[in-house]
């Protein structure tokens, strides 16, 4: 039994190092990512030396594919690379060939585009590519270089070699010699000279500065009035060359026109002198502003009152709707306008006139003098008037929950609508009418609204839920209780009903 353990194990050795062996070489052979998690993509290169299968693709120093494959196709290298799903290729990417080291490795380094251009599809071509020069190419370079420093060197040995070149160098170091020698003595025989300018100059700046500090601001005003003489010196002399005639009847006529010129021109001046004052001292609608400073608060509060007035008008974004639905119950139908003024987008103001088949439900004493026989002298009747309700809301949105309050059909009430789907589906909630008579609880309503278009919608739902159903003895009209309905209307915005909202009179 022994000895057949140690066949056995060598047996089992070997053939775990003959699968090791296999896996090994299929995964070298297929690459590290398969075609289910990568993407094929291809390109062109002129020249493909130092790229093989499996050569590395990244970004950033990342490895984020392989090259699968090298082939020829006319004077062109056509390469096919792997890259990772997860890596967003844009039509715009762009691959550079990159030397790895010294040895003549090369790898690709990809750019993988911008968001802006479409995304790049399976068995797509990069079209930007960038081939770096190998060492080869640097080693021609380098070559070329040492040859320019040569023939540089051959022509300084040329013209410096020699006898002749070795006396032209002394002939033009003894120049320089005697040059840097005079400039010496230059400096040095001038040298008090140039230090008395100097310090001379420094008095008459100083004084120059003293007298420009101390009357800085007749400086200011003797150059403001030159500048004002010289642009009006420029102007008379523009006048004369126009008025100034080809002859000399001409002239009188042109310095006579001058002169009537330049008498209106003063008169001109007194008056406006006259009216500077004025409004200096106060005087008429402009010196008022000008001088009361509460005034022109108060105007400039005013302006700026109005123009937040005004922003807040442009900004309201005011919307109609008209709605019809079908009442099972009723049998009939309910026709509503609506008008909702949109200041901010998160809060809107609501303004309905229903048509409301249950109507009005009103309560009349009835006194009969005399009675009739086994009747009561005073009797209560209640009468159903057909009547136009009117529902005036607030609402305020938080999130995807909108609260509502205010009147609704004519009593108060409040309501919320909770938005889903980018509120193309609302569901609403309405509970009002909590006083009246005829209704044992409040009137409950809940309303199930669906866009699926712009500027259309539909709705289903149930109205009074929690009361049971009465009507009217005479007409068979539901006054009260449960009743499903459905229906459907549509929106749409009103520019120009907004710009008549500031002409509606105020209560």
Known sequence: MKKLVTPFRVGLLVIAAGAFFFAFYMFARKGGLSDKDSTAVWAYFRDASGLSAKSRVQIA???????SSITLEG???????KIR??????EDAVLTKRSESLLGDFLLDLNPGTEQAPAMQDNGQIKRVIDSQGMEAIFQSLTQITADIQQVTGALRDVLGGEKGAGSLQRIVENLIHLSESVDDTVRSSGEKLNAILTNFQGVSEDVRGVTRENEAEVTRIIDNIEGITKDVREVLNTVKTVVGSN??????????LKDTIQKLDRTLGNLEKITEGVRNGDGVVGTLLTDRQLGQKLTDAVSDVSDYATRLTGLQTEVGLQATYLVAQGRSKNSLSLRLIPKPDKYYLLEIIDDPRGL???QVVQNNPPASGQPVVQTQKIIKETFKISAQF????????????????????GADLHFLD???????DAFNFSAEELRYPRLRATLRAQAFDHLFVTAGMDDILNAQQRDTATQRLIAGRDFFFGGGLFFTDDDLKALLPSVPAP
Not at 75 to 81: D, E, I, N, Q
Not at 248 to 257: N, P, R, T, Y
Not at 395 to 403: C, G, N, P, Q, V
């Open 423 to 429: 509120d193309a589906l609302t569901l609403k909630m």
């Open 75 to 81: 004077t062109r290298a056509k390469v096919w690379l």
């Open 395 to 414: 609402a305020k949105r938080y999130y995807f929950t909108t609260l509502r309050f205010g009147l609704i059909e004519s009593t108060g009430g409040v």
């Open 248 to 257: 000399q009847g001409d002239l009188k006529e042109g310095v006579s026109s």
């Open 361 to 363: 439900v009103e309560v």
């Open 61 to 67: 120093g990342i490895p984020v594919g392989e090259i």
């Open 85 to 90: 799903r997860d890596v967003e290729l844009h």
